[in-house]
């Protein structure tokens, strides 16, 4: 762990809450910033285990002590904290008018026990992930990035749910003028005149071979920012977004959020 990180994390939650005017309860022992910090640490440097997490900042001094089951509790009522700082922290530090769309698949449990899962069912839930060449049961995380490699926008729906239904939800978050790049799987006309109607953004997408080529000037911007959300699509796999373990969905959400902060603050320090 960094030691540098960690701190430097904490200071950013205290004030971002400060910011938000959020008062933390009169009898709570441990602040709503401590809890945060475990959360995000959890997912950066132990594959989301937040028990584990909590155990080893509690022993080295930067938390006062709290129990695990009482940790989750205040957790899940700080989901909406979470998700506030997520969009302070994507204000503050993503910039520029090239943007990265991508979709990553987030299994809540192995096909074989997909009947017996309780935390969704249905057949919207059994996806295919192309680049892997693999079937899963469980969500898929849409994403847009920057240039940076910080994500501005995100949404997680069912795996079975096409691309393009989030799309246009997603790219009217970001500012007129900007450009989206992205892979073969958002390839739509339709999308595409919409975007650019809806909120002025261009969607520039990578034809397939037995389509007529994207002009040099599209090439050669696909080339350059198409690899900014593999990397980021990385990092989130290192930090085990694909083998969380929650009892709820709400639990999985919150794993997934504190996630996309970790990644967000590493690659804006």
């Given at each position: 762990?960094?030691?540098?990180?960690?701190?430097?994390?904490y200071?950013?939650?205290?004030?971002?809450?400060?910011?938000?005017?959020?008062?933390?309860?009169?009898?709570?022992?441990?602040?709503?910033?401590?809890?945060?910090?475990?959360a995000?640490?959890?997912?950066?440097?132990?594959?989301?285990?937040?028990?584990?997490?909590?155990?080893?900042?509690?022993?080295?001094?930067?938390?006062?002590?709290i129990?695990?089951?009482?940790?989750n509790?205040?957790?899940?009522?700080?989901?909406?904290?979470?998700?506030?700082?997520?969009?302070?922290?994507?204000?503050?530090?993503?910039?520029?008018?090239?943007?990265?769309?991508?979709?990553?698949?987030?299994?809540?449990?192995?096909?074989?026990?997909?009947?017996?899962?309780r935390?969704?069912?249905?057949?919207?839930?059994?996806?295919?992930?192309?680049?892997?060449?693999?079937?899963?049961?469980?969500?898929q995380?849409?994403?847009?990035?920057?240039?940076?490699?910080?994500?501005?926008?995100?949404?997680?729906?069912?795996?079975?749910?096409?691309?393009?239904?989030?799309?246009?939800?997603?790219?009217?978050?970001?500012?007129?003028?900007?450009?989206?790049?992205?892979?073969?799987?958002?390839?739509?006309?339709?999308?595409?005149?919409?975007?650019?109607?809806?909120?002025?953004?261009?969607?520039?997408?990578?034809?397939?071979?037995?389509?007529?080529?994207?002009?040099?000037a599209?090439?050669?911007?696909?080339?350059r920012?198409r690899?900014?959300?593999?990397?980021?699509?990385?990092?989130?796999?290192?930090?085990?977004?694909?083998?969380?373990?929650?009892?709820?969905?709400?639990?999985?959400?919150?794993?997934?959020?504190?996630?996309?902060?970790?990644?967000?603050?590493?690659?804006?320090?």
């Amino acid at each position: 762990m960094n030691d540098t990180y960690i701190v430097t994390l904490y200071v950013i939650i205290e004030d971002t809450l400060n910011l938000m005017s959020y008062v933390d309860d009169s009898r709570a022992q441990v602040k709503a910033a401590e809890v945060l910090t475990v959360a995000i640490v959890a997912a950066k440097y132990f594959e989301n285990h937040q028990a584990r997490a909590l155990g080893v900042l509690i022993g080295m001094g930067y938390i006062r002590r709290i129990s695990a089951s009482r940790f989750n509790r205040r957790l899940h009522q700080l989901g909406g904290v979470l998700e506030s700082l997520m969009g302070v922290v994507s204000d503050l530090w993503s910039g520029g008018e090239v943007f990265v769309i991508d979709t990553l698949p987030v299994p809540v449990c192995k096909r074989v026990r997909a009947k017996r899962c309780r935390k969704v069912q249905g057949r919207e839930f059994y996806g295919y992930c192309a680049s892997k060449d693999e079937h899963y049961f469980g969500w898929q995380l849409h994403l847009v990035c920057d240039a940076q490699g910080i994500p501005v926008a995100f949404d997680l729906l069912p795996a079975r749910w096409d691309e393009l239904v989030a799309v246009q939800a997603l790219l009217a978050t970001l500012a007129e003028g900007s450009c989206v790049v992205a892979d073969k799987g958002y390839i739509s006309y339709k999308e595409q005149l919409l975007a650019y109607l809806n909120g002025g953004v261009r969607l520039v997408a990578k034809f397939r071979t037995n389509m007529r080529g994207n002009s040099e000037a599209d090439a050669r911007l696909i080339r350059r920012y198409r690899p900014r959300i593999e990397t980021l699509n990385s990092q989130l796999e290192k930090m085990g977004l694909q083998r969380l373990h929650a009892r709820t969905n709400q639990g999985l959400a919150l794993k997934v959020l504190a996630s996309l902060c970790a990644v967000a603050l590493s690659n804006a320090l």
